[in-house]
């Protein structure tokens, strides 16, 4: 049984800058969120509650609930093919095939390790995609100058850097004001300093608009820079939910507020790599 789902999901697959999800969808998709409430008691930007998705048979999620709250940053953790892509698919309303319930609050864009931008349209045309209305050009404007890149609006995705390409891939989302940014290893094909930046930008972006997001990634260590709360997927289910007892990760402060070397920080990895069956070196 579908409901017509009250959101807006952009950023998609099949449509990167329209994707809305269908009536059709059989899981089922209502909202708003109502009365549930996140861990802090904020009010959940997202609940899902018995997600499940098996391919040939084989179920790859087998029953995931969860809730992001308002604001909150949420890093997903699994192993290789534990299902983390396919989780945020499910959430995105990009998977026709799942079953289980989402509920989400507001609006939802996506953000893919590649940034999925159409090689035929110019960088304005590409973060403006789907968007109607006498301001978008200002709309638009506006994200590419959040995301540094104000003076690329014409050129083509192909005379852009990978990380340029990713912060337009940023602004296609950002233009659409989420609620919930879900970020599918948004910087796993950066190198790594480019991949700082990245994060750094996020952090300014997430104090700037303050949406939640749900942050899918192999690094630990950038779960625990960034997330409030990490969440371990493992044999379909969310194995584990691993507050980030570091302090408030404060996304307004210039500088990351955690760091490696801090009390506690180092623990924690390595708890998180035991989970994940990363052996110490
Ligand atoms: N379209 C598909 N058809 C068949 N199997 C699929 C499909 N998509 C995913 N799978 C399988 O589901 C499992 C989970 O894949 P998924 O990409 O969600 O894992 P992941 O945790 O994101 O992995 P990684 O960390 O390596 O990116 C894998 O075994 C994968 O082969």
Excluded: C, Y
């Amino acid at each position: 049984m579908a409901t017509r789902p009250a959101r807006d999901l952009t950023g998609g697959v099949d449509d990167p800058a329209g994707a809305t999800t269908g009536a059709e969808d059989p899981v089922r998709q209502t909202g708003p969120a109502g009365t549930a409430t996140g861990p802090a008691g904020a009010a959940a930007v997202l609940t899902a509650r018995a997600v499940r998705r098996a391919f040939d048979g084989r179920p790859v999620l087998a029953g995931v609930d969860l809730t992001i709250a308002a604001g909150e940053v949420v890093a997903l953790l699994g192993g290789s093919g534990s299902g983390k892509s396919t989780l945020l698919r499910v959430l995105a309303g990009l998977d026709a095939d799942a079953t289980g319930e989402t509920r989400l609050r507001g609006t939802a864009a996506v953000v893919f390790q590649e940034h999925r931008l159409l090689p035929w349209k110019r960088v304005g045309d590409n973060v403006a995609l789907g968007l109607t209305g006498p301001d978008v050009r200002a709309r638009v404007d506006r994200a590419l100058a959040e995301v540094g890149l104000a003076d690329r609006r014409r050129a083509w995705p192909a005379e852009l850097s990978g990380g340029q390409a990713q912060r337009v891939a940023v602004a296609r989302a950002l233009v659409r004001e989420p609620d919930l940014l879900l970020l599918d290893e948004p910087f796993g094909a950066l190198d790594a300093l480019t991949r700082l930046r990245m994060q750094s930008l996020l952090r300014r972006l997430r104090a700037e608009h303050g949406f939640a997001a749900l942050l899918v990634t192999h690094d630990v260590e950038e779960a625990l820079l960034l997330a409030d709360r990490i969440l371990l997927l493992d044999g379909g289910v969310i194995a584990e939910e691993i507050p980030v007892d570091l302090g408030p990760a404060d996304h307004r402060a210039e500088r990351p507020a955690r760091s490696p070397d801090q009390p506690g920080f180092g623990a924690l990895r390595r708890r998180l790599l035991d989970r994940l069956g990363v052996p110490a070196v």
